[in-house]
Nanobody, 120 residues
Framework: QVQLAESGGGLVQPGGSLRLSCAAS????????MGWYRQAPGKQRELVAA???????NYVDSVKGRFTISRDNAKNTVYLQMNSLKPEDTAVYYC??????????????WGQGTQVTVSS
């Protein structure tokens, strides 16, 4: 079982920055692929950024060049640095952890979400 706890959301003006953190419980954090998703009102949840257990990253096109995902395996934490924020980035941001265990069973965990509001 893995528990995820996000923090760092809030209200920011357009052009501002926020850093989200997701702290994970458990001793095998390093084996999980980690991701940040977001869901705006009336829209489907979308993958924003992901970092694999090996350190590879990918981003949705709308945030490339503005957001950076990183992980610190020693601290069991994944981060999302968000710069040049736009009103359309407003959403609830969710942390996700997933892996396939030794029995080839997919494991998928979600945090409770943190609100990010970009508004003047």
């Amino acid at each position: 079982q893995v528990q995820l706890a996000e923090s760092g959301g809030g209200l920011v003006q357009p052009g501002g920055s926020l850093r989200l953190s997701c702290a994970a419980s458990g001793r095998i954090f390093r084996d999980f692929d980690m991701g940040w998703y977001r869901q705006a009102p009336g829209k489907q949840r979308e993958l924003v950024a992901a970092v694999s257990s090996g350190g590879g990253t990918n981003y949705v096109d709308s945030v490339k060049g503005r957001f950076t995902i990183s992980r610190d395996n020693a601290k069991n934490t994944v981060y999302l640095q968000m710069n040049s924020l736009k009103p359309e980035d407003t959403a609830v941001y969710y942390c996700n952890a997933k892996r396939v265990n030794a029995m080839l069973i997919p494991l998928n965990y979600w945090g409770q979400g943190t609100q990010v509001t970009v508004s003047s």
